[in-house]
C-alpha cells in the first residue's frame, strides 16, 4: 500500500479561503491566519458522543459508524470547531438514517447553505427509500479560526459506506468507487451567540489523491 500524500496546512486552507470568501459573500469574511491553521493531532477515532445538555442528540443507529481522527490542537477555541463540525456531520447522516427532514441535530449546527447542503443530502435518501449503514471515516482535518469563522478541511473515506432500503433492509453493496469514495470537504463555519460553531457552506471534491490510501 503506497503511502498518503498529504497536502499542506497552509495550501489547503488557502485555498478555502479563496473559495470560501467567493462563495459565502453573503456571511463574515472567510478565515484568514493561514500560518497559523492547526491541524489536529489524534488519529485516534472519537466514539459516538453524548448530546452536551442543551444541545440535540446526535446518537446513530447501531450499523452506522462515523469515526472522527482529527484529534484536537491543545487550542480550546480550535477544538470546539473540530466538535461542531463532528456534530454537524454526525446530524446530516442520523437525519438521512432516519429519513427526517426535521431532525433538530444538524439543523443545530448548521445555517444558510450549511442547512441547504445538508437537506439536500438527507432529502436524496428520503426520495429513495435509502439510509446510509456501514462505516464513515474523516481525517487528516486542518481548521483556522479568524473572529468568529473558521475554516476546516478534512479527508472523507466511504468506501465502507452503503445504502439501504429502508423498507427490506436489504444493503446494496456496490464496489468502492476511487473517484467518489475519497473525497475533501471544505467548511465555512460560524460562530453563534450562544457558542455554537454553525456550518454555512460545504464545498466537495471528489476522488482526492491525496485523502486515498
Do not use: H
Request: hydrophobic share 30%; with cysteine.
Amino acid at each position: 500500500m503506497r503511502q498518503r500524500a498529504r497536502i499542506p496546512a497552509a495550501a489547503l486552507l488557502a485555498a478555502s479561503a479563496m473559495l470560501l470568501a467567493a462563495c459565502g459573500g453573503e456571511s463574515e469574511p472567510s478565515p484568514k491566519g493561514i500560518e497559523g491553521a492547526k491541524k489536529g493531532g489524534s488519529e485516534t477515532p472519537s466514539a459516538s458522543p453524548s448530546a452536551p445538555a442543551g444541545r440535540p442528540s446526535v446518537e446513530l443507529p447501531d450499523d452506522l459508524e462515523m469515526n472522527f481522527a482529527w484529534g484536537g490542537t491543545g487550542k480550546p477555541a480550535e477544538n470546539a470547531v473540530y466538535r461542531d463540525a463532528e456534530q454537524f456531520f454526525r446530524g446530516m447522516k442520523r437525519a438521512s438514517a432516519r429519513n427526517d427532514l426535521k431532525d433538530p441535530a444538524y439543523l443545530f449546527y448548521s445555517k444558510s447553505g450549511g442547512t441547504k447542503y445538508a437537506a439536500t443530502q438527507i432529502g436524496l435518501n428520503i426520495k429513495e427509500n435509502l439510509a446510509p449503514t456501514g462505516k464513515d471515516r474523516y481525517f487528516d482535518g486542518k481548521v483556522a479560526i479568524e473572529g468568529g469563522t473558521a475554516g476546516l478541511v478534512t479527508c472523507r473515506d466511504q468506501s465502507k459506506v452503503f445504502s439501504k432500503n429502508k423498507k427490506t433492509n436489504k444493503v446494496y453493496r456496490n464496489a468502492p468507487d476511487p473517484k467518489t469514495s475519497y473525497s475533501r470537504y471544505t467548511l465555512r463555519l460560524e460562530k453563534s451567540s450562544k457558542g455554537v460553531w454553525k456550518v454555512s457552506y460545504v464545498y466537495v471534491t471528489e476522488g482526492v489523491k491525496e485523502c486515498m490510501p
